[in-house]
């Protein structure tokens, strides 16, 4: 089946350092990739996606791309502030079963 | 604010018993989805409806059941309760069924089964 991996946290991180947050997939099929990011105490929101090969999402100063030969949707940020404390979840999803598949989430902790 | 809407957003309850948790989908809407969070297992899709028809279908247990109404908002029963189904769980809907549909998260409803 569909699968997400990414890289375990939490990140930890000084304001205005560079971040990257590894994620890689199988699929069967040709998929859909999201990356959602989860204030606490709130539910996921979207932060970007893309949905095909070499597309590049980008949104809030994060930004991802869709890299078919790798099968990864790395996310970074040049710049991150303390108010992108949060969990970012990485997401698929395929036309053959239509069942969304998420990432366990990486905690990112950006201090003044 | 997602314009999702759950409710309760806390529930306490026992074990064995059953309870029902309700969703209503942004306006325009057609798809609802239920996921189930927690520490050991993630974030775990359980179900999908489109314009009140299942569409997909996760790892939900059979204790557990859904359906969407002709207004469109949903309930989730979760049935013979065990400690284990304590948990958040995530309402989301979307415009339709496209695989790149956006999904619009509610706040969610935080279950204690004791």
């Known amino acids: 089946g569909d699968s997400v991996t990414q890289m375990e946290g939490p990140v930890t991180l000084s304001e205005e350092a560079c971040l990257t947050i590894n994620c890689t997939y199988t699929a069967t099929g040709y998929p859909s990739l999201f990356w959602y990011v989860q204030y606490p105490g709130e539910g996921l929101q979207l932060l970007l996606k893309a949905t095909k090969a070499d597309d590049k999402g980008s949104n809030k100063g994060f930004e991802a791309t869709y890299r078919k030969e790798t099968t990864s949707f790395h996310l970074e940020k040049g710049s991150v502030q303390v108010s992108d404390s949060a969990v970012y979840f990485c997401a698929l999803r395929t036309g053959g079963s239509y069942i969304p598949t998420f990432g366990r989430g990486t905690s990112l902790i950006v201090h003044p | 604010d997602s314009g999702v809407t759950q409710t309760p957003k806390h529930l306490i309850t026992a074990t064995g018993q059953r309870v029902t948790l309700r969703c209503s989908p942004r306006s325009g809407d057609l798809s609802v989805y239920w996921y189930q969070q927690s520490l050991d297992q993630g974030l775990q899709f359980l179900i999908q409806y489109y314009n009140g028809e299942e569409r997909a279908k996760g790892n939900i247990l059979e204790r557990f059941s859904a359906q969407q109404f002709p207004d469109l908002h949903s309930e989730l029963n979760l049935s013979s309760l065990e400690l284990g189904d304590s948990a958040l769980y995530f309402c989301?809907?979307?415009?339709?069924?496209?695989?790149?549909?956006?999904?619009?998260f509610g706040p969610g409803t935080r279950l204690t089964v004791l």
């Open positions: 989301a809907s979307s415009a339709g069924t496209s695989i790149t549909d956006t999904q619009y």
